[in-house]
């Protein structure tokens, strides 16, 4: 079976950082853009961030220049750094797989269960 699975999301402070991973089993990123989607009570679903198979990345205007998202082909991971975390940020966050060549929202197939963030003082 081809899936996800995830780690690194947990309770923080404002201003904190969290990472979290994405590992694949059952398939290689290589060739996949993998993106970071959140959701949270009361809102909708959400893109954060993407990165293609050429390592092109895109962020959503709410977390540009507090997340970073990244990969490592060798260790079959997508990673998201999240810095100067706010509240806003509390959610679930889930990772994706598409076969689209290119950054989006839509058209991924695979998906982890998600990890819980939560930014609270």
């Known amino acids: 079976q081809l899936q996800f699975v995830e780690s690194g999301g947990g309770l923080v402070q404002p201003g904190g950082s969290l990472r979290l991973s994405c590992a694949a089993s059952g398939f290689t990123l290589d060739y996949y853009t993998i993106g970071w989607f959140r959701q949270a009570p009361g809102k909708e679903h959400e893109g954060v961030s993407c990165?293609?198979?050429?390592?092109?990345?895109f962020y959503a205007s709410s977390v540009k220049g507090r997340f970073t998202i990244s990969r490592d082909n060798v260790k079959n991971t997508v990673y998201l750094q999240m810095d100067s975390l706010k509240p806003e940020d509390t959610a679930v966050y889930l990772c994706?797989?598409?076969?689209?060549?290119?950054?989006?929202?839509?058209?991924?197939?695979?998906w982890g269960q998600g990890t819980q963030v939560t930014v609270s003082s």
């Open positions: 994706a797989a598409s076969q689209t060549k290119s950054c989006h929202w839509t058209n991924y197939v695979y």
């Open positions: 990165i293609d198979s050429g390592g092109a990345t």
